[in-house]
């Protein structure tokens, strides 16, 4: 979406959305975030990616899941190197903002200038510079060991549980890509009865042993989706966080 004032270059935010990464849900979900931010002067990247249960044999979703998912995402952001003009976009400030599902796709996405040889996404050829995670699923393992509902979608995703597919885990989950080697933001809210508020907390703090400057916010009175709502105090904290364009 393009911003709504000023001549670019435009510092980018790319927006991933969540859902427990199922066909159900769609981009659509941060339309709203999205419009906020380009009001705001950002140019904002909201992006698409191939679901779990997206499309039979054939289909152009098909394929969503390990490493479907994950591809996407990582080509999504490395077309903003062809795909924009240098006098559109100014990637030397990109930020990645992802909600839930979208949370755990954003640091991931952060995080993939440390992958291996041969992972999805290894070798970006553009550079996440922040990362903003809202309400997001940030350690994989502890997902499914939890008995909450974000077992099925994990195991989705990835194809098995931890013992079965270990080396998935240890590539796909935020915890276990630390340190990131940039600034984070981790927001939730402290009623988030979806993914858990002990998430954010236990991440920021693996970060911050690990060496990474996280900034940490627990919103009291806020739900999984009030994240979400530009009219929320959650949200707020972002654009205060995010500061000002230019």
């Known amino acids: 979406m393009p911003p709504g004032r ?5 510092p980018v935010v790319v927006v991933v959305h969540g859902g427990l990464w199922l066909d159900a849900f769609g981009r659509d979900l941060m339309d709203p975030v999205c419009a906020d931010l380009a009001e705001r002067g950002w140019l904002a990247w909201n992006l698409e990616y191939r679901r779990v249960g997206s499309g039979g044999r054939g289909s152009r979703w098909a394929g969503g899941g390990w490493p479907g998912t994950f591809a996407d995402v990582a080509a999504g952001i490395d077309h903003l190197a062809r795909g924009l003009a240098p006098d ?20 991931w996405a952060a995080a993939r200038p440390g992958l291996p040889d041969g992972a999805p996404g290894a070798h970006a050829e553009v550079v996440v510079r922040r990362v903003v995670s809202l309400a997001g699923v940030l350690d994989l393992t502890a997902a499914v060991e939890d008995p ?3 077992v099925g979608g994990v195991v989705g ?3 098995g549980r931890p013992d079965e597919v270990p080396d998935r885990y240890l590539l796909a989950s935020p915890v276990e890509r630390l340190p990131l080697g940039i600034p984070q933001l981790v927001v939730h809210g402290e009623h988030d009865g979806t993914v858990p508020p ?17 900034d940490v916010a627990i919103v009291p009175l806020t739900g999984h ?6 009219r929320s105090a959650a949200w707020a904290t972002v654009a205060a966080w995010l500061g000002p364009p230019r």
């Open 225 to 230: 989706m009030d994240v979400i709502d530009p």
């Open 157 to 159: 995703l990835l194809g």
């Open 88 to 107: 559109v976009a100014d990637l030397e400030r990109l930020t990645v903002l992802g909600h839930s599902a979208g949370g755990q796709l954003a640091m």
């Open 6 to 10: 000023g001549p670019g270059p435009h």
């Open 148 to 150: 909450h509902r974000l």
């Open 198 to 214: 002990a998430h954010s907390r236990e991440f920021a703090r693996r970060a911050d042993e690990a060496g990474d400057r996280v």
